[in-house]
């Protein structure tokens, strides 16, 4: 498939000079009388991604927290493919009543529409919930490789162009991206291998069909022995492996491509609901045992207000556009 030109480069710029009003014109009118009586039912939460994945580990006890909070049930419906746009497409079409939110990396938000040509535009058909988590992942790679150390790898790269295959969440995902970075960066050729999620890719990396991938769920695996961490794709060392170095102490900082996870409503959602629903998260996301529940499966959290989490998406579409514009990554 051709990469598109950058056509959201004008809502860009535009949003980068009112970020605020482009994300209160996607809010329905306020309904004080609705939120003070939200939630009435069950909320689902739209995963774009399949079960056993990075997004599921995390969308799940977010759901369980706020059943807790609210006393409603927070269901998760689990919508993969499409690197992530079927189920994000999904909401955007979804009645903007506040039973109805996405749970995503910022991906199909920030990534996908830069790549192809989208039903949904991320600032106008969604308005910003929470910040639900950050992921501390790390290039993992199979022990049957032979290697133990970041420049290890690199060095078997280049000795070995095309040899290592990595698995990612699927093409235009930030597990794609962060290969074609470090490639771009140090001068190697590995195989990308899109799957249909995280959890596909890892059954593949555990078989050794693919030899690398960059995300949380292969962490528990280094943990059994199975798999070779080689670098924390973070700025800070992870608690769990404090021998295992940053990327940025590795001399590849540069390459660094977060992926944060947040709420995000179907444009129209009354303000009232998501600023009801993103008071308790905070609330949630402040207390010590979320906090250490999320860093068990290798997640920060970094709480937002919903207008701090619009102008991030902001500054970080404008840092993807960059990116792939210079590396001209394409889906193919």
Known sequence: MRRHTLHRRDVIKSAIGAAGAAWTSGLGKPSIARAATWPERTVKFVLPYAPGGATDLIGRPWAEKLFQAFGQQFVIENRGGASGVIGTEA?????????????????????QPQLRKLSYDPFKHFAPVGRVGDLISGFAIHPAVGVKTFAEMIDYARKNPGKLAYGSAGSGTNSH???????????????????????????????????????????????????????????????????????????????????WYALWAPAGTPREITDKLNARMIEI???????????????????????????????????????????????E
Not at 93 to 105: H, N, R, V, W
Not at 220 to 239: C, F, M, N, Q
Not at 321 to 330: A, Q, Y
């Open 285 to 331: 996301a402040k207390t010590p045992e979320m906090k250490a529940q999320l860093l068990s499966i290798n997640v920060a959290l970094n709480p937002q207000t919903a207008d701090e989490m619009g102008a991030h998406l902001v500054k970080d579409y404008a840092r993807i556009g960059d990116l792939v514009k210079r590396l001209d990554i394409r889906i």
């Open 91 to 111: 909401v955007a079409k979804s009645a903007p009543d506040g039973y109805t939110f996405l749970l995503t990396p910022n991906a199909p938000l920030s990534v």
């Open 177 to 259: 991206l962060r290969l074609e970075t470090l490639k771009a960066a140090a001068g190697i050729d590995i195989l990308h291998v899109p799957y249909r999620g995280n959890a596909d890719a890892l059954n593949d990396l555990l078989a050794n069909n693919v030899q690398m991938m960059n995300e949380i769920n292969p962490m528990p695996h280094v943990k059994a022995g199975k798999l070779t961490l080689l670098d924390i794709s973070y700025p800070e060392r992870h608690p769990d492996f404090p021998g295992v170095p940053t990327l940025w102490e590795v001399g590849y900082g540069e390459t660094y491509i977060p992926s």
